[in-house]
């Protein structure tokens, strides 16, 4: 069962960038596509959060209470810490350029009233 | 803190601190922008150099961001490959902002703190991207320098925002695919260091993952620097930006993002998987080659001056990376000295081309008319571009051509040679037409026997003094190429190549 | 990691992804897109990225839903419907899904297996981060650690690409003067009536409480899931809420532009000038333990947690700024007036 689990995770992640992937580049509407590059940005993130994923592993917070004595830390016991870094990263840098992305879509709308790409290149 | 151990963090650190005061400054007011620009870079440029002295040297520099050792914290590696990039790009910058003086007044008039504070933070990104020598570090400042390359061009003008848009999609494919292919490298490995890299992957190299990573990385930074077919993007995108934007994003960005690919070939994947195990060389040359003719074709098709230009930009990509990936000695000394040529050669015709846009107010061939007579200097600095991008001595062109020539033939790879003689030639008939162009004057009705007294409309000083000294730093780099090689870049040229 | 939790939410994501893309209204496609979101970050808290979710929770479905409807408001809902128009792009982008697809299918049979505490990523690197963490700068969040510390670094590029997004976005969309290239009419009528009573008076009872825990989150980034992004975020949406529920105005007079730029930049000097402080005292960049020399009564591990702090609240005080500026610069089409 675990190896059906363990390739169904990364089979989603590649299915969900195609889909990302072919949003980009097919749709005529620009919103859409900017959707389509949110997804596949999230996809990308899914991939790298499950390289830390550890079976029976918690938080990566160590345990601790008032007065605690440092215990000796379980490696095991902790999820891998660094994805998790990287894609907070990822994730803001996913948000400005969606930001970015919007900005110019309301730009070119008010100039050429249209999102649909089609109709956009007629006016060029 | 000294100055010069320090230098190799405040090359990046000082433009940024400066892009946030010129922001904070252009609150107050704007006349204050344009100096503390100028000084950010300069004192960005004084970094790169005392850096790069020092690695001529002692050799190379590892700097450790936050006291930690590598590969627990992020490590900045400066050898002679980047550090002769870092002062290209903070000189490139450097004539660039000054040039940006007038044309900004003309082109974006209420959004000069904005522009600047962009300016700057591209610079930023472009130089940190060159110094670290950390995978993830890398990417995120390929994020910043895209991030403010997409607002840079959108401020352009009228098909500005479409080209914008479609930069935008396609750039983030790129970055993405570099993201995912480092992702692999991670999943494979658990470094992100590249030094770490390198040593970690040698027993890996059998697998396929490996190799996919590699394509992901190859295929992203490709889509960054506009390799054929990936190109779509460049051409409207640098033609309908900002004059002086357009002098800070065509020289650098596509170059820096030869760099990474070199920096990643060599110093990740090494020599040894990247040229023999995997056997990509011959498919990748083949491409160059077809990347070199259509840009080469594709140029001599078009009408607008601006966009001539950019279809040549792509065919100078071409040339990087076949030399790169011939596989010999004297192709990577060709590529990467063609990294600094051609990031000199792009500014100096792109400098010409906003002076055009400046006085002219259109970037179509036609506006080239009778030139030759009014701005004679400007012309002259021109013809000098010219030259260096056909490729005759004494001018920086030549050298690297010939070296990637050489490279071609130590390799047996005549059909690259081949497409960079025919490229020369193509070249040498561009810029001929555009020179006769500009000698003749507009057709214009003379009444009677009028002659017109032909007065000389010079540029403004401040666009005017960038460019000859651009023109003129490709005649001494020509020059000095030799020195250049024996110094720098053989040190950064992997023993073992033919 | 319970697995039949990880199939089912996986398989809402994928319906939900291709929902989005389907859907011929951009406002459901903008829903769907925050319900994707949100699953999302129910993927990852079950996966153990707690701090992953939260951001995704707060940036992503909050703060990308929040753009999207106002992006979709000023413009246009529909999406107009092409019979065969586009065959060839579609072909080509159908090609290159699949091809990337197959090529990834390929590298991913050499992968160690999923959730195995024994792959190359679990040894490496993260074992030193994890044991070492509590010790080196005495926070136990080892995220927060390992992002405002070890790799501290690229957590500052990261707060100024979100400076470099709202500054954009202003340079893109902003119009100071009366355009006469553009003569079309302002696309939605904003109504002044039906002040909403309800919506208006919850809205201004939650905004102290939401504001009060963004604190909270910022604060407490070193013991729980939180930190200075997270943070930000939820300050910025407080602002948001209200501009939402009463009208922009309300907000841009208490957030005037020149306010939002000013604080935007002070986030990212605080960052950059702790880091050019840590030079000044003698370290390299950003080594908070060097910092002991100068605040009192603190060793060199205290000092790196107090550092961390200190950047973190930088980093708020940025994300803030920098959110609320981009959402009135959407909603108010550049003119920041109303909305």
């Not at chain 2, 990376?321 to 500014?347: E, F, P, R, Y």
């Not at chain 2, 050489?406 to 690259?416: C, N, Q, S, T, V």
């Not at chain 2, 000083?461 to 651009?470: K, R």
């Not at chain 3, 405002?148 to 500052?156: E, I, L, V, W």
Request: aromatic share 10%; with cysteine.
């Amino acid at each position: 069962m675990q190896s059906i689990i363990s390739s169904y995770n990364y089979w989603i992640y590649i299915l969900l960038m195609m889909i990302g992937l072919y949003a980009m580049l097919a749709k005529n509407n620009l919103v859409k596509k900017v959707i389509g590059m949110s997804i596949f940005q999230t996809a990308i993130i899914v991939f790298y959060v499950s390289t830390g994923a550890k079976e029976h592993a918690t938080i990566p917070i160590i345990a601790h209470g008032h007065g605690a004595v440092e215990a000796a830390v379980d490696v095991a016991h902790y999820a891998n810490p660094l994805p998790h870094v990287l894609m907070l990263t990822a994730i803001v840098v996913s948000v400005g350029t969606l930001g970015v992305a919007l900005a110019i879509c309301l730009g070119i709308h008010r100039r050429y009233n249209s999102l649909e790409e089609d109709e956009i290149q007629e006016q060029l | 803190m000294s100055f010069v151990k320090q230098a190799p963090v405040l090359l990046v650190i000082i433009p940024l601190l400066s892009a946030l005061l010129v922001n904070i400054l252009g609150l107050v007011n704007r006349r204050y922008c344009l100096p503390v620009a100028i000084l950010g870079i300069l004192g960005s440029f004084a970094a790169s150099v005392v850096t790069l002295i020092r690695v001529i040297e002692n050799g190379a520099i590892s700097y450790r961001l936050g006291g930690w050792p590598p590969p627990f914290g992020i490590e900045y590696v400066i050898d002679h490959l980047n550090g002769l990039v870092l002062v290209t790009v903070s000189f490139v910058s450097l004539l660039a902002v000054i040039f940006s003086k007038e044309s900004v007044k003309q082109e974006v008039p209420e959004k000069i703190p904005q522009f600047y504070t962009l300016f700057i933070l591209l610079v930023t990104g472009l130089l940190g991207m060159t110094v670290t020598g950390d995978a993830f570090n890398l990417y995120v400042l390929l994020e910043i320098s895209a991030l403010t390359g997409y607002a840079l061009i959108a401020m352009g003008d009228n098909r500005a925002l479409v080209a914008s848009f479609n930069y935008v999609i396609l750039g983030t494919i790129g970055a993405s695919f570099y993201l995912l292919g480092v992702g692999h490298l991670y999943i494979m490995t658990g470094s992100l260091n590249m030094a770490d890299l390198l040593t970690i992957l040698p027993g890996l190299y059998s697998l396929n993952a490996v190799f996919i990573a590699l394509l992901l990385i190859l295929v992203g930074i490709w889509i960054k620097m506009a390799f054929f077919p990936l190109h779509g993007w460049l051409p409207n995108a640098y033609t309908y930006a900002p004059s002086a934007a357009g002098c800070l994003v065509a020289p650098l960005v596509t170059k820096v993002s030869v760099y990474i690919m070199i920096r990643i070939m060599l110093s990740v994947f090494s020599p040894l998987y990247v040229y023999s195990i995997i056997g990509l060389s011959e498919t990748i040359v083949w491409m160059s080659v077809i990347a070199i003719i259509s840009g080469s074709i594709l140029a001599l098709a078009q009408t607008d001056f601006k966009k001539m230009l950019t279809y040549l930009i792509v065919a100078e990509v071409g040339y990087m990376v076949g030399g790169a990936w011939l596989a010999s000695a004297a192709g990577l000394t060709g590529a990467i000295l063609h990294i600094v040529n051609d990031a000199l050669m792009t500014l100096c015709l792109f400098l010409f081309a906003g002076i055009v846009i400046y006085k002219k107010g259109g970037h179509q061939l036609q506006d080239l008319a009778g030139l030759y007579k009014k701005m004679p200097v400007t012309m002259a600095a021109f013809t000098v571009g010219a030259l260096s991008m056909i490729g005759v001595p004494p001018t920086a062109g030549f050298f690297s051509k010939w070296y990637l020539i050489l490279g071609a033939i130590d390799a047996g790879k005549y059909h690259f040679m081949a497409a960079l003689l025919v490229s020369s030639l193509i070249n040498a008939i561009l810029f001929f037409k555009v020179i006769e162009i500009s000698y003749f004057e507009p057709k214009v009705d003379h009444h009677g026997g009028e002659t017109e007294k032909v007065i000389i409309d010079e540029a403004p000083l401040t666009m005017l003094v960038p460019l000859i000294i651009v023109a003129l730093s490709l005649i001494v780099i020509g020059l000095y190429s030799g020195d250049i090689i024996t110094n720098i870049i053989q040190h950064s040229v992997p023993a073992g190549l033919l | 990691m319970i697995w039949q939790l990880d199939l089912s939410i996986l398989t809402l994501i994928v319906i939900c992804a291709f929902a989005t893309i389907m859907v011929k209204d951009l406002l459901s496609a903008a829903i769907i897109f925050g319900a994707y979101s949100f699953l999302m970050c129910l993927l990852w808290t079950e996966m153990g990225a707690v701090d992953v979710a939260f951001t995704e929770a707060s940036v992503g479905a909050g703060v990308s839903t929040v753009l999207f409807f106002a992006a979709v408001h000023q413009t246009t809902r529909r999406v107009r419907t092409r019979k065969s128009g586009r065959m060839l792009a579609k072909v080509f982008a159908l090609m290159a899904a699949l091809l990337t697809g197959l090529v990834l299918i390929i590298a991913e049979t050499d992968f160690p297996g999923f959730a195995s505490p024994f792959t190359p990523a679990s040894l490496h690197l993260s074992p030193y981060y994890i044991t070492q963490s509590l010790h080196d700068t005495n926070v136990p969040n080892i995220v927060t650690s390992v992002l405002a510390d070890y790799r501290g670094f690229d957590t500052m590029f990261e707060t100024a690409v979100i400076f470099t997004a709202g500054l954009a976005v202003i340079a893109i969309l902003r119009r100071y003067k009366r355009d006469d290239r553009c003569d079309l009419p302002e696309p939605y009528v904003i109504s002044e009536g039906y002040p909403d009573t309800i919506i208006r008076f919850i809205a201004r009872q939650l905004a102290p409480f939401i504001q009060l825990f963004a604190l909270y989150v910022v604060a407490h980034g070193h013991h729980s899931p939180g930190g200075g992004f997270q943070g930000g975020v939820i300050l910025g949406a407080s602002f948001i809420l209200l501009a939402i529920s009463y009208d922009s105005r309300m907000i841009i007079g208490i957030m005037s532009e020149r306010l939002n730029i000013l604080l935007g930049n002070i986030g990212v000097l605080i960052y950059a000038g702790i880091g050019f402080l840590c030079l000044l005292l003698g370290a390299n960049f950003l080594d908070y333990s060097v910092l002991s020399k100068v605040l009192p009564a603190t060793d060199k591990i205290m000092a790196r947690s107090h550092g961390m702090l200190g950047i973190e609240i930088g980093v708020a005080i940025a994300v803030m700024a920098i959110v609320i500026s981009i959402y009135l610069n959407i909603i108010s089409h550049g003119k920041y007036d109303k909305g």
